[in-house]
Nanobody, 120 residues
Framework: QVQLVESGGGSVQPGGSLTLSCAASGMISSLNAMGWYRQAPGKQRELVAI??????EYLDSVKGRFTISRDDAKKSVYLQMNTLNPEDTGVYYC???????????????WGQGTQVTVSS
């Protein structure tokens, strides 16, 4: 099984910064797309940022403020979040797709979620 462990969430004032980290473990043979999603109270989960190879995509509202990056050697994906505002509040989940095991079965794994709260 592939497991994801997230860290870096917390509470911050508007205008502040946080960096989220997500590390994957297990018999991973290759990594494909890695992304971050968030879910605010009473709202549906939405894609915040995704990275596939060197290609990245962002939710319009976070463009210019958030940066996604990955380190395949560490099987990790990161989300640097700057100029945070209250609308960024929510539970952030990492998602990793790839292949695992000697037979290279595809997997689609989710982290447990980490809370980000932006409030004055």
């Amino acid at each position: 099984q592939v497991q994801l462990v997230e860290s870096g969430g917390g509470s911050v004032q508007p205008g502040g910064s946080l960096t989220l980290s997500c590390a994957a473990s297990g018999m991973i043979s290759s990594l494909n797309a890695m992304g971050w999603y968030r879910q605010a109270p009473g709202k549906q989960r939405e894609l915040v940022a995704i990275i596939s190879g060197a290609s990245t995509e962002y939710l319009d509202s976070v463009k210019g403020r958030f940066t996604i990056s990955r380190d395949d050697a560490k099987k990790s994906v990161y989300l640097q979040m700057n100029t945070l505002n209250p609308e960024d509040t929510g539970v952030y989940y990492c998602n990793v797709k790839g292949r695992r095991g000697v037979n290279a079965f595809p997997f689609d794994a989710w982290g447990q979620g980490t809370q980000v709260t932006v409030s004055s």
